[in-house]
């Protein structure tokens, strides 16, 4: 007996009622992108391994999809190596590229090699599968899209403001209520300047992300497990008890960080920002959350997280400045800020809240009876017509009994059923049945071609 097919974990089928909600966020997002001057672009599903590793630390190193060489991968290892067995020295001589991890390095790469063709500002977004070797879970896959909208070539921070406000406009028009935080990572860097221990300074942040989840107990503990002191602790401690409006929050800081330059360019910027997002009205609030960190290094100025509100899920979406994220291909000082947005999560989000009326599954409109050879081509000429007229139509490919075609569209929700046989085809027109009243008229095709449009 032949073993049942599977699919990897962590990877999934798609239905076409499942495509048809996926296809909605997407048509959503793409719609909001274009509206601020966003450019589409794609990359590669796979790049040069050299161009990914290293790029995201050591557990990011770890979790990247290689692919082995084509042909005798094992040609180039010795029998020593492979008895060694050094995954370090042994994979960049079986696998030269890579499954991307995420859009963001693969992005830095196609600027630095298009940057004679590119206008900068360039504003690109892009929405494309990624892949990452992780341990799968409610909300986590191992394939799974990303959809990101990033602008390098300039340091405006109103840039800044537009892609706060990007993030309220998509989700306003997708009816999911969030909340988006915003910090700055200059302010961060301004607080680590009240620790003793400096080199403890990304222990530190990775901790103090952690206080919504751990709360400030937790975070305290996990800060002297990392070897910061009680003195730093006790200097920083005003962090975890702040409280009121974005405005009181920037002059708790003002006074906490007067005497660190990075903390007030960062409490500059900030205030820029939230100034302005408020004069804008969004929708949704945004509010400084002076925790947020993001677990992303190269981040160098305003960083953001969305989450849903009434929702138990993680943040649906994440991004924030940096100053030179191209560097790493040898394109130095190009400034840009980008967001990102979870499109499997935010499903899952819109699947808990009910959230797709409007998102319709591709079906035909109306389908055609087949009662035979003669009666099948009268329905196809007028079929053929419906079609260019953008209507959605199909005919039954076999003759046979009419319970079982009827069945067929009912189980496909096809709204209409058009019956043609020997009077139908003698008196030009067609019985059109409404499959959910059962309601039957005798209709011409101009007559049906509107009804449907």
Not at 354 to 365: D, M, S, V
Not at 371 to 376: I, M, R, T, Y
Request: proline share 4%; aromatic share 10%; glycine share 8%.
């Amino acid at each position: 007996m032949a073993q049942k097919p599977g699919i990897p974990k962590g990877t999934r089928d798609f239905t076409a009622e499942e495509l048809a909600k996926r296809n909605y966020i997407i048509q959503t997002l793409k719609q909001e992108f274009e509206k601020q001057g966003f450019e589409p672009i794609e990359t590669p599903s796979f790049e040069n391994l050299s161009t990914l590793t290293g790029k995201y630390g050591d557990e990011g190193d770890r979790l990247i999809f290689k692919i082995l060489n084509s042909g005798d991968y094992l040609k180039k290892i010795s029998d020593e190596e492979l008895l060694q067995r050094d995954l370090k020295k042994i994979t960049p001589k079986i696998s030269e590229k890579a499954l991307r991890y995420d859009l963001t390095v693969p992005f830095a790469r196609f600027v630095v090699q298009h940057q004679n063709d590119l206008v900068f500002p360039f504003k690109r977004y892009q929405i494309q599968p990624v892949w990452r070797a992780d341990r799968p879970q409610k909300g986590r896959f191992r394939e799974f899209y990303q959809c990101d909208a990033d602008v390098v070539g300039s340091n405006s921070l109103w840039q800044d403001v537009e892609l706060a406000l990007l993030y309220d406009k998509v989700f306003y028009q997708l009816k999911i209520p969030v909340l988006i935080k915003i910090n700055n990572r200059k302010i961060l860097s301004g607080l680590s300047d009240l620790l003793k221990e400096k080199d403890k300074f990304t222990q530190f942040i990775v901790a103090l992300d952690k206080l919504d989840k751990i709360g400030k107990e937790g975070v305290i503990n996990e800060m002297k497990i990392k070897g910061i002191s009680d003195e730093s602790i006790n200097t920083i401690k005003p962090v975890f008890d702040f409280e009121g409006n974005n405005f009181e929050k920037l002059n708790l800081l003002k006074n906490l960080l007067k005497n660190s330059e990075i903390g007030k360019k960062g409490i500059e910027e900030l205030e820029f920002v939230l100034t302005n997002i408020e004069a804008l009205n969004p929708v949704n609030p945004i509010v400084l959350d002076i925790t947020l960190a993001r677990g992303l290094n190269y981040y160098t100025g305003s960083i953001y997280e969305v989450t849903a509100q009434n929702v138990s899920m993680g943040s649906i979406g994440g991004g924030g400045r940096y100053d030179d994220l191209t560097g790493i291909f040898g394109l130095k000082n190009l400034s840009g800020i980008g967001i990102s947005f979870g499109l499997d999560r935010i499903y899952l989000v819109m699947e808990e809240l009910g959230l797709f009326e409007n998102a319709k599954k591709t079906r035909p409109e109306i389908l055609f009876l087949n009662f035979g050879e003669k009666e099948a081509l009268y329905s196809l000429q007028a079929i053929q017509q419906l079609r260019q007229n953008n209507i959605k139509a199909e005919l039954y490919p076999d003759t046979g009994k009419i319970k079982k075609q009827m069945n067929y569209a009912n189980r496909r929700n096809i709204p209409y059923v058009a019956l043609a046989g020997t009077d139908e085809m003698e008196q030009e027109n067609f019985t059109l049945k409404n499959m959910k009243t059962g309601e039957q008229e005798k209709i011409d095709l101009d007559t049906l071609i509107n009804k449907l449009k």
